[in-house]
């Protein structure tokens, strides 16, 4: 099978849809001077040939989601693998799923409630998968940056100075029900959302004005790396001189276009990254060119990812 090409109005329409996964086909189509049909068309063909899928992004810790962990497996895999990655594709609480060149076959990253609700999910659900022969959980202590949409605007947050932290939001039932919603179809429609949690479509389209406005969800598209022009996604331990240059690394990072992810580690590396780089020559020249150019970094490890399988909780395989 012929590989779909991305053409100039494909670009356009992902661009748009990555800043605001619920933009109208109208307000597209006007903006590009085309046809509503031309958009809607071009949209359901790259959901087809699955590009791009519509993520419903909620922060975590507006849903006491308050335990990130990344939980590094190896598996028999002449035998137990596909089986292993869909049962960890139907897991509630896993966020990523990716096979990697490193010491583990697959890496999986958690989101749940604590430490206590981690072991439980562990013990009870992925060591239990047939095949495993080895495990390590590394818990994340705090993370800084998550740019999601893939467009390099997100800015590095520490603990305390969140300046869009509100004590005051109080999600209540149909709140869950309504994030529920849009996690599994983030352009799903205000009269589909209404019907599946009984309530009216107004209360929906408030409930959700509400979400967004208050950074709670955030609805945009996640585009297959390589059609964004990266072959190269990979994860970057980061060893640090002193843990007092922790603060402005971590910023120095994130001004790093190709970095998606910052975190400290429970490790003895202080910060794990990861990144999207054009191919592995490209990656390099970034790791020593600009990450170690960063004062008080003194050292970094790579392990590249050769298949993302899960993203923000859904199966984004190739099939």
């Not at 594709?89 to 990697?100: E, F, I």
């Not at 202590?141 to 305390?160: H, K």
Request: aromatic share 8%; proline share 1%; hydrophobic share 40%.
């Amino acid at each position: 099978m012929t590989e779909y090409k991305l053409d100039d109005q494909d670009k356009i329409i992902i661009s748009h849809l990555q800043k605001d996964g619920r933009k109208s086909y109208k307000d597209i189509a006007d903006e590009m001077g085309v046809s509503n049909v031309s958009v809607h068309n071009r949209y359901k063909r790259l959901i087809k040939e699955n590009i791009l899928h519509i993520v419903g992004w909620a922060n975590p810790k507006d849903l006491d989601l308050n335990c990130h962990a990344l939980v590094l497996l190896n598996i028999d895999t002449s035998k137990h693998l596909e089986n292993a990655i869909n049962s960890l594709a139907k897991l509630k609480w896993v966020d990523m799923v990716c096979v990697t060149a490193g010491k583990f076959i697959l890496e999986v990253e958690i989101l749940c409630r604590d430490n206590e609700h981690l072991f439980d999910i562990v013990n009870e659900s992925i060591m239990s998968l047939d095949g495993i022969t080895d495990t390590h959980i590394t818990p994340y202590l705090e993370v800084y940056f998550d740019d999601e949409d893939n467009t390099g605007t997100s800015v590095p947050v520490f603990r305390g100075l969140d300046a869009t932290d509100n004590k005051n939001k109080k999600l209540d039932e149909t709140h869950l029900k309504l994030i529920d919603q849009i996690q599994a179809d983030g352009r799903k429609s205000f009269k589909d959302i209404a019907k599946a949690i009984n309530v009216s479509v107004n209360t929906i389209r408030s409930r959700v004005e509400y979400l967004i406005n208050h950074n709670i969800i955030t609805v945009y598209a996640w585009v297959q790396p390589k059609y964004l022009g990266f072959g190269s996604f990979c994860r970057v331990l980061i060893f640090l001189k002193s843990t007092d240059h922790l603060q402005q690394v971590v910023r120095d990072l994130a001004q790093i276009k190709y970095v998606r992810y910052i975190a400290s580690s429970s490790e003895r590396h202080q910060i794990e990254i990861t990144m999207l780089c054009e191919d592995n020559f490209h990656m390099q020249q970034v790791r020593v060119n600009d990450i170690h150019g960063i004062e008080g970094v003194v050292d970094t490890e790579v392990i590249t990812y050769l298949k993302v399988l899960v993203h923000n909780g859904r199966d984004v395989r190739i099939k």
